[in-house]
């Protein structure tokens, strides 16, 4: 194991003192160690592609290596302006990349991650990156050589890092609740309300885990769905591209940090979609799923955000109060609508995870 204190002390020492990333579940004591003690020097940002960009920038103000970190799902966001701007051949931009490697061929991930895992070392040589696999605090002293070789050579540096490498000694904060509507009492109310044939389309983190968590518990009939294991931010753009050929009525359900991390995607919603796609926004304030770190989406006004972006209606539900009521108004109402609901973070421990994506496939297509 590797304390977390030892790894960001290394890059310090390296005079790469300013840390900007996306949140994962691999890296979250990383994140929660950058939260306490290097607030001024972190950006969290809402994709890694802005991560590396973030960056960029900074290195070009300061000459200084940034630190951008991601999961190793997120390294195919990355990609462009990786290759095409801070690559050696382009303008030779100094980075460090920390990268949580779910689905490493020495763990048994979920399928998406497994996929994504035994590919990550060829994409990291494809691109010429050197490399080093962080698995205990002897491997920091090969990353040390390699991170002085990036700032001499101008040129970008990684290390891989799997579930349960890093720790950290010092106490962590609690994960905070921005809100206080039950996440449980508001999907199970909305899942009770829906039409027959209602499709569904829901985000990455514990949003898809809850609704499977609530259909296996009250065997709900009403609805078919469709989980996004992956492609995070994309949910939105499924669900588009699903609605425009169909009648039925199809809800997307989406995460703050899963709609910020593409936010442009709701524009073209706004702009394309037919009056038979709903979209819902969770928004909890925080990825709660891979650790609890802020996505700063308490600050944005979603009814101006989603009129301006073509939405004709908006809805906000943050009460238990006429919850059914409310939701009936949403889901009833003929016009392109935008429901955000002001949630609590998730109370369920041990949430399932989608198994057999063949078979949900196939069931959601019949
Ligand atoms: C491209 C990509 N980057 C990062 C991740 C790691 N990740 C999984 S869930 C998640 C947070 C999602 O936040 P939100 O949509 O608010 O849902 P919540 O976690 O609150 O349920 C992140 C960052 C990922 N799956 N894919």
New binding site residues.
């Given amino acids: 194991m590797i304390d977390v204190k030892n790894l960001i002390n290394l890059l310090k020492k390296n005079n790469c003192n300013f840390f900007t990333g996306?949140?994962?579940?691999v890296l979250k004591v990383f994140s929660a160690y950058l939260q306490s003690k290097s607030k001024n020097s972190h950006i969290i940002a809402v994709?890694?592609g802005s991560a590396v960009s973030i960056g960029i920038g900074h290195y070009l103000s300061t000459k200084k290596m940034p630190c951008v970190y991601?999961?190793n799902?997120?390294l195919s966001?990355a990609l462009n302006p990786l290759i095409s701007i801070a690559n050696k051949k382009v303008y030779s931009i100094p980075l460090v990349l920390i990268i949580g490697w779910r689905g490493s061929p020495r763990i048994n991930d979920e399928p998406q991650h497994n996929v994504k895992g035994k590919i990550t070392e060829n994409i990291l040589k494809l691109l010429n990156i050197k490399y080093t696999i962080l698995r205990n605090e002897n491997d920091l002293k090969k990353f040390n050589k390699q991170i002085i070789f990036a700032k001499k050579n101008k040129s970008i540096i990684a290390c891989l890092i799997e579930q349960g490498v890093l720790s950290n000694r010092t106490k962590q904060n609690k994960i905070k609740n921005y809100y206080k509507l039950d996440k449980e009492f508001f999907l199970k109310k909305l899942l009770g309300s829906l039409k027959s044939k209602t499709k569904i389309i829901s985000?990455?983190?514990?949003?898809s885990r809850e609704l499977i968590y609530l259909n296996n518990k009250y065997k709900f009939k009403n609805s078919d769905h469709f989980y996004m294991v992956?492609g995070?931010?994309h949910t939105s753009s499924v669900a588009l591209g699903y609605s425009l050929q169909t009648n039925k009525n199809t809800l997307c359900i989406?995460?703050?940090?899963?709609?910020l991390?593409h936010l442009g995607s709701i524009k073209t919603a706004g702009t394309f979609a037919n009056n038979n796609f709903k979209y819902i926004l969770l928004n909890?304030n925080?990825?709660?799923?891979?650790g609890g770190q802020k996505?700063y989406s308490s600050e944005i006004n979603f009814e101006k955000l989603s009129k301006s972006l073509g939405f004709k209606k908006f809805f906000c539900i943050k009460k238990e109060i006429d919850l059914e009521k409310n939701i009936k108004k949403f889901l009833s109402c003929k016009h392109l609508s935008f429901l955000e609901v002001k949630i609590a973070?998730?109370r369920i421990r041990k949430l399932p995870r989608p198994d057999n994506l063949i078979e949900i496939k196939n069931k959601f297509m019949k």
Avoid at 203 to 207: K, Q
Avoid at 254 to 259: A, E, F, P, T, V
Wanted: no cysteine; hydrophobic share 15%.
């Fill in positions: 996306v949140p994962d579940s994709n890694e991601m999961q799902s997120g966001n985000s990455t983190g514990y949003n992956g995070m931010g989406d995460g703050d940090g899963s709609m991390m909890n925080t990825h709660d799923s891979v996505t973070n998730s």
